[in-house]
């Protein structure tokens, strides 16, 4: 007679090999929603590759021309530099104000747009491709000239080319990802706006 294994054992071990098939097809099933969500998620790019290096010289320029103005002031002479550097401020200030309030929740500093963005033509973005480095342009020469600023000038000055560069770049970005940017460039002017004629022909 042979001797039979215990009731306990042969108990736990037969649920166990009648719930091991269960137990693998949810595993399968759990495996194959994590790899889904993997493929789905958008992965998240690194500083660099959204252009953070533009964004650390910008603010290396923007921080100088401020330092500047405040300690080589007076170096240019004239109080009559005043009068134009508050108008440069206050139209720098139109431009960013103008551009942020149609960007909203869109803005950011990196020249490659957000992956959730969409392509504005409305507003100052009808008049201008770059309000707010038109923005940051004026009023970084607004700011040299209302301290007088030859040191802040030239900083101010040296934005110039720098802007135009980042637009640049980042003009390349939004031609890969919105193919009706390459005619809104060719009917919008990048930093300033066009003059329009009052006048009309009449037939």
């Given at each position: 007679m042979q001797a039979q294994p215990p009731a306990g054992r042969g108990t736990v071990a037969g649920f166990a090999l009648a719930g091991w098939p269960g137990f693998s097809a949810r595993c399968v099933r759990v495996l194959a929603c994590w790899r889904a969500v993997w493929l789905i998620a958008p992965v998240r790019e690194s500083f660099s590759e959204r252009g953070g290096g533009w964004v650390v010289a910008q603010f290396a320029l923007m921080s100088a021309v401020l330092a500047g103005g405040v300690m080589s002031r007076g170096a240019l002479g004239g109080e009559w530099l005043l009068a134009p550097g508050a108008v440069l401020l206050v139209a720098g200030a139109v431009f960013g104000v103008a551009g942020a309030r149609v960007l909203g929740k869109s803005r950011t500093p990196f020249p490659k747009p957000r992956r959730d963005a969409r392509l504005v033509r409305h507003g100052i973005y009808a008049r201008v491709r770059h309000p707010l480095y038109t923005s940051v342009m004026l009023l970084s020469l607004g700011w040299a000239l209302c301290w007088q600023s030859a040191v802040a000038l030239g900083l101010a000055l040296a934005q110039i080319p720098f802007f135009i560069a980042k637009a640049r770049?980042?003009?390349?970005?939004?031609?890969?990802?919105?193919?009706?940017?390459?005619?809104?460039?060719?009917?919008?002017?990048?930093?300033?706006?066009r003059w329009r004629r009052g006048t009309e022909n009449a037939d």
């Open positions: 770049r980042e003009e390349r970005w939004l031609r890969e990802r919105f193919p009706e940017y390459a005619d809104y460039a060719r009917r919008v002017p990048a930093f300033l706006p």
